[in-house]
């Protein structure tokens, strides 16, 4: 494994506004070949008959895990009062999915990821105006259904397949993560930046480890 300083699941900005940014996460050996990673779909898509296996459905099952796993430790680790304080959050707060722009990578002459430019979006706080209409949206260029599957872009315009678990988890200092893992790390994320925590616009790894060491078992 070749792996990149995976500092930056990055950025935040003033003005209400946040982004949860993969700003230097990658690994090596994943540029070969065609992954042919299926695409989420957009939130207009409903959740299928039994639910689970639409992206909407994917996000209702993250946040009722989250909802019955939250703790007063969580709570306050993203910054909320207390825990009736994040759950009235969670169950009040709109997300959703939008198209924040394709990943792209930087690889070497072999394929290999090498790094991540500044920029990429996994998913969007916005504050809304005087507090209405907060909301949070996920990029739907990262496939949720499997991260490490997620398609991304090199310098060179060719399609690399850009593996988003192996490289929060390395950043966490972890073996691994699963799919409900990176969705609920990413909700809990930005639901911390509508309680005004921040984190610096390059490097989000402490941010993520203490949500992660307060959240997670
Ligand atoms: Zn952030």
Not at 79 to 105: C, T, Y
Not at 124 to 151: A, C, R
Request: glycine share 12%.
């Amino acid at each position: 494994m070749n792996y990149y300083d995976p500092a930056g699941l990055e950025a935040c900005l003033g003005d209400g506004e946040d982004q949860y940014r993969f700003g230097g996460a990658g690994c090596g050996g994943y540029g070969n070949g065609d992954p042919t990673p299926e695409r989420p779909k957009s939130d207009s898509d409903r959740p299928s008959r039994g639910g689970g296996s639409s992206l909407i459905g994917l996000l209702s099952q993250s946040i009722a895990r989250l909802l019955k796993a939250m703790t007063e430790a969580c709570a306050e680790a993203i910054g909320a009062k207390n825990l009736d304080d994040a759950l009235k959050r969670l169950q009040k707060i709109n997300i959703g999915f939008s198209d924040q722009g394709e990943l792209k990578v930087e690889t070497d002459a072999h394929g290999n990821i090498t790094g991540v430019p500044p920029g990429q979006e996994l998913a969007h706080y916005f504050g809304g105006i005087f507090g209405i209409g907060k909301n949070i949206k996920l990029n739907n260029e990262v496939n949720w259904f499997d991260p490490n599957s997620t398609p991304a872009v090199d310098q060179n315009a060719k399609q690399v397949t850009y593996p988003l678990l192996t490289a929060e988890a390395f950043q966490l200092g972890i073996p691994s993560m699963n799919a409900g893992q990176f969705m609920d790390l990413t909700v809990l994320h930005e639901l911390a930046h509508g309680f005004k925590k921040r984190h610096p616009d390059d490097d989000s790894a402490e941010f993520d480890q203490n949500i992660w060491s307060h959240c997670f078992k």
